[in-house]
């Protein structure tokens, strides 16, 4: 089977979006407690889509991207991912997680093992893949993010942006069909953003199913074919990016805008 990012790299613009369904969300609630922080969430996500999220701080992403592999579980509604149901069934989540990959604001490396460990760790153990064939997808995959040279060092001999790529390289080491990004880029310096978002970018270009949570709106314009804005847990507007920044149609999402860019 052919894997996403080893396709022809499509030029942008032209990135293909399938009709078929990665992601489907129907009527989903979830509460933290007394505390209802997800609200009738309805989300279908079309294989090789790019969708941006951003909103307040505090207003559910995070819990909505850690809701999809079921870091989090919710309450009400349906999840499925490439046609699995997430429910409470051990064997749907195993399957879920092995196709979705995700990376956060930290990086959660290894720092006792190298780079290249970090990148062969859980094809080893939880694929049984082979030491060798490990080996040779994660120097694959760290060439892919521009770092292979880095493969015997520590995480903590590299830079930050240098750790997000690894972490990324290794997310891709499982093969997954789906990418989850969580604010990849917020702990970063400025000089290391770029790096990042360019390796996103060519995920992008490589036909990678991708739901990234990021305030970066020049990825957003660049990148993405939807962009949604939450708030108070819901989804408030979502749209192509040039409707969505040159013409918001909540109140609520005019501010916000107005507020970061
Ligand atoms: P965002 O990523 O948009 O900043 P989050 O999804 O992290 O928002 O959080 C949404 C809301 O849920 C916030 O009010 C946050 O304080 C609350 N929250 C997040 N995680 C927990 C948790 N584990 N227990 C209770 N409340 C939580
Ligand atoms: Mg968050």
């Known amino acids: 089977m052919s894997h996403p990012i080893d396709a022809a790299p499509a030029a942008p613009g ?3 979006i399938s009709d078929e369904v990665a992601i489907e969300i129907s009527g989903m609630n979830k509460w933290y407690g007394q505390f209802h922080v997800l609200r009738d969430i309805d989300l279908t996500v079309y294989r090789g889509e790019r969708i941006v999220i951003c909103g307040p701080s505090g207003s559910g992403k995070s819990t909505l991207i850690r809701c999809i592999n079921a870091l989090e579980e919710h309450q009400a509604g349906s ?35 190298t780079i290249l460990e970090n990148c062969t760790l859980a094809p080893i153990w939880v694929r049984k893949i ?8 994660a120097m694959h995959f760290l060439e892919k993010v521009k770092i292979p ?12 942006g240098q750790q997000q790529r690894v972490a990324i390289a290794r997310s891709l080491c499982m093969k997954p069909k789906i990418m989850l990004f969580d604010e990849p880029t917020s702990a970063l310096d400025p000089e290391m953003i770029k790096e990042v978002l360019d390796t996103m970018i060519e995920l992008a270009e490589d036909g990678m199913t991708m739901l990234c949570v990021t305030h970066e709106m020049g990825f957003a314009r660049q990148v993405a074919n939807r962009v949604i804005f939450m708030d108070a847990g819901q989804i408030v507007e979502q749209n192509e990016p040039e409707p969505f920044f040159n013409n918001p149609k909540s109140e609520r999402t005019k501010l916000f805008l107005s507020q970061i860019l």
Request: glycine letters at 6%.
């Open 130 to 137: 082979p030491k060798r064939e490990a080996e040779a997808t």
């Open 14 to 16: 032209q990135m293909r």
């Open 79 to 113: 999840i499925s991912v490439d046609g699995t149901l997430l429910s409470s069934d051990l064997k749907n989540i195993d399957k879920i997680r092995s196709e979705v990959g995700m990376c956060f604001q930290h990086f959660n490396l290894f720092p006792h093992l």
């Open 149 to 160: 040279d880095q493969a015997n060092k520590y995480p903590g001999q590299l830079s930050g």
